[in-house]
């Protein structure tokens, strides 16, 4: 699975071009289960082409456009289209499940 780094500069241009299902993934240096999801997710078979890490801290635009107020905290976005956050466990069944839900509702622009 495929890993990229986003910053507030190219995060709008790199979700609005990439093809498939992305992983967006708000995280920051100082909190325990973002290290946890660091080091665990990559390893998850996930139905996703890749996950895009974000530090939060480094990045306060993004985080005001999403609305980011816990962390981790994922969104849903495929092929440029918002299908909003995921709300569940760190889990693979958590996750496949809350991504084949995100996936089935309406698609929105990106924040």
Excluded at 61 to 86: K, S, W
Aim: net charge negative.
């Amino acid at each position: 699975m495929d890993q990229l780094h986003l910053t507030d500069f190219d995060i709008d241009r790199q979700l609005l071009t990439l093809p498939g299902v992305s992983l967006l993934i708000f995280t920051s240096v100082g909190c325990s289960s973002c290290r946890w999801a660091r080091q665990h997710l990559p390893e998850l078979p996930l139905p996703v082409e890749r996950l895009c890490w974000i530090d939060a801290e480094e990045n306060g635009g993004a985080v005001q456009r999403y609305g980011v107020f816990h962390l981790p905290t994922l969104f849903v976005i495929r092929d440029g289209a918002f299908h909003g956050a995921l709300r569940c466990a760190l889990s693979t069944d958590a996750l496949s499940a809350g991504l084949a839900q995100a996936l089935a509702q309406a698609s929105d622009d990106l924040p």
